[in-house]
T-cell receptor, first 113, second 114 residues
């Protein structure tokens, strides 16, 4: 059974700091991995999607990497800003006939001004 | 933003009553999903649909049923609501023509079962 873990559960950093969020998964049989952002009381917004054959994806100040063999992904946020404060979730799209996503429990990020 | 709406957005109900949540999309996406989000558990898949009248169970399907009679609507029914079903429910859609397609989420429904 696929399990997705995110560490740390919460993180507080000063503005301007570069930071890394971690995601690990137990089964490497995945189509892709996605990172989402969730603001309080809101739905999820996709940030980056990495195909299983890719190593990384970049969007602005965000960079996500994938090491499928070791079951790990990282989300790197450069020059963090207070507006980056949110919960970040990773999800794996598992192989198994139909498309299902398994989510981690998220990392709650607070960037202090 | 993807055209996904959920109704109602908030609901308070009593234990033992039936509840139906509706997800409506305007994107004509094939796949639709229902998740629940609870503290400490993240998002957990309840049921999903891969086409009209084609549905399957997720990891926490007990106590829930779904129906999809047309592409744009996916209904989640709690036949007899229990307090353990108090949660935030999210609908999502996706289309997998090229595998890399992402999921788009609705705004969520907050359900309180007293």
């Amino acid at each position: 059974k696929q399990e997705v873990t995110q560490i740390p559960a919460a993180l507080s950093v000063p503005e301007g700091e570069n930071l890394v969020l971690n995601c690990s998964f137990t089964d490497s049989a995945i189509y892709n991995l996605q990172w989402f952002r969730q603001d309080p009381g809101k739905g999820l917004t996709s940030l980056l999607l990495i195909q299983s054959s890719q190593r990384e994806q970049t969007s602005g100040r965000l960079n996500a990497s994938l090491d499928k063999s070791s079951g790990r992904s990282t989300l790197y946020i450069a020059a963090s800003q207070p507006g980056d404060s949110a919960t970040y979730l990773c999800a794996v799209n598992i192989i198994g006939g139909t498309y299902k996503y398994i989510f981690g429990t998220g990392t709650r990020l607070k960037v202090l001004a | 933003d993807a055209g996904i709406t959920q109704s109602p957005r908030h609901k308070v109900t009593e234990t033992g009553t039936p509840v139906t949540l509706r997800c409506h999309q305007t994107e004509n996406h094939r796949y639709m999903y229902w998740y629940r989000q609870d503290p400490g558990h993240g998002l957990r898949l309840i049921h999903y649909s891969y086409g009209v009248k084609d549905t399957d169970k997720g990891e926490v399907s007990d106590g829930y049923s779904v129906s999809r009679s047309k592409t744009e609507d996916f209904l989640l029914t709690l036949e007899s609501a229990t307090s353990s079903q108090t949660s935030v429910y999210f609908c999502a859609i996706s289309e997998h023509r090229a595998i890399q397609e992402t999921q788009y989420f609705g705004p969520g429904t907050r359900l309180l079962v007293l």
